[in-house]
């Protein structure tokens, strides 16, 4: 199993981390355009992608491509509406809750060859449906030295028109402290490779991050009555991420040896066998147990990002019992791609065990909390002699004072 932890290549990539936002802090846009020029080997005149070139990319974008990405659009909408919880609200005893918008997001997009509009969708959707003002895009032009033309028209569809050309721990930095081209942002969301987590971590607390994430990862849950040729395609749609992890436990031996038969037979015909064979050889894994009892503890140790349960008529019973996963995809005909793609919620997940403490991303991530206390005379009057007792009981006597003053009418 796979997470982000401390180690010693950790431990030398957070030296080097912390080397490039010291350079980003103090050099500002000429050190992001040193390190993107080192790590893209991109030369660039400007960071910023000119509203014109949104606009040029959305028009070029083929029709029915963005038909798609117009459905995926409102399929996150309509979910995140629906779970969305942030709104003020008036409780009992002179108190309150009212939530406010974080004013600024930037969000992070890995660049490769091949266009990430998806994630674009799950992290800037549940932004801008909980209010958020300000939406700033970071990729790194790692196609034909730009980012890729679906990405930007992601952006522009969305009505984003802040986007800049860089990545990497470089990015991080210029959002959190801001430079001359890049003014700062108040919280940094979205998936990266571990220089872009690392630099998350370092730069958490002067700015909200979502969460730390690791490689992504995929474990699932069978018994006797799942497809194997089901679950391997399932498997490999994990292990062709780089780094990518994917893990079955299962109850059946048949199912297992059934599984990894076919996982030989179908790596054979992808595009990036050779990378990944590497995954399901170094960070993938096969594992049966002898009872479902002992399985579900230990998925619950695991507390994978994507969890899929393929227990026929049993699918929602076993599911039920998982209490740490970023997302549940339960039963045949759910498989991550739809939770990648479509159904509705963020794709933006915890990983590496995390999942026991972070939750997927949502537009509840995008708002803030203030409470509200609104006590009148009779009610403070009502409570002074305790708050009194309690702050003196501290030695805090100018605390005990504020209360004593109004009860002495001065």
């Not at 026991?356 to 006590?375: G, R």
């Not at 007792?389 to 504020?402: F, I, M, N, P």
Request: with cysteine; aromatic share 6%.
């Amino acid at each position: 199993m796979s997470h982000f932890g401390l180690g010693p290549k950790h431990i030398e990539n957070r030296q080097k981390v912390e080397e490039i936002i010291k350079a980003v802090v103090v050099r500002g846009d000429e050190a992001v355009g040193e390190y993107t020029e080192k790590f893209d080997e991109v030369k660039l005149d400007r960071f910023r992608v000119g509203v014109s070139d949104l606009e040029n990319a959305h028009q070029k974008i083929a029709p029915e491509l963005l038909d798609s990405i117009r459905k995926s659009i409102e399929n996150v909408k309509r979910h995140q509406k629906e779970i969305f919880v942030g709104k003020d609200k008036k409780c009992s005893g002179g108190t309150g809750i009212k939530y406010t918008p974080i004013k600024r997001v930037g969000i992070c997009v890995p660049g490769a060859s091949a266009p990430l509009s998806s994630t674009v969708i799950m992290t800037a959707v549940p932004a801008q449906v909980a209010g958020v003002e300000e939406i700033v895009v970071v990729s790194p032009p790692r196609y034909n030295k730009d980012i890729h033309p679906v990405t930007l028209a992601t952006c522009c569809e969305l009505g984003i028109k802040e986007v800049y050309r860089i990545g990497g721990a470089q990015a991080v930095a210029a959002l959190n402290f801001g430079t001359k081209t890049i003014q700062r942002v108040d919280k940094i969301v979205g998936p990266g490779n571990q220089w872009v987590q690392t630099a998350k971590q370092l730069v958490f607390g002067d700015v909200a991050v979502d969460s730390i994430a690791g490689p992504s990862e995929v474990l699932i849950i069978a018994n006797e009555k799942a497809k194997p040729e089901w679950i391997a395609a399932d498997m490999l749609s994990q292990a062709e991420h780089a780094l990518g992890c994917a893990y079955l436990f299962t109850i059946s031996q048949k199912i297992a040896e059934e599984v990894l038969d076919e996982l030989k037979e179908q790596v054979e015909q992808l595009k990036h066998k050779d990378e990944t064979i590497g995954c399901l050889e170094k960070s993938s894994g096969i594992v049966v147990f002898r009872d479902m009892e002992d399985l579900i503890e230990r998925a619950n140790e695991f507390a994978a990002e994507h969890l899929q349960v393929q227990c026929g008529s049993e699918s929602k019973k076993v599911a039920d019992e998982i209490v740490n996963a970023g997302a549940i995809f339960i039963g045949d005909y759910s498989p991550v791609a739809v939770g990648d793609y479509w159904a509705g919620p963020s794709h933006t997940l915890p990983t590496g065990i995390s999942a026991k403490f972070f939750s997927a991303l949502s537009a509840n991530d995008f708002v803030k909390s203030t409470s509200i206390i609104e006590y009148d005379k009779e009610m403070l009057a009502a409570s002074a002699a305790d708050i009194i007792r309690l702050a003196e009981a501290e030695g805090l006597d100018a605390h005990a004072k504020s209360v004593r003053i109004r009860q002495q009418g001065k």
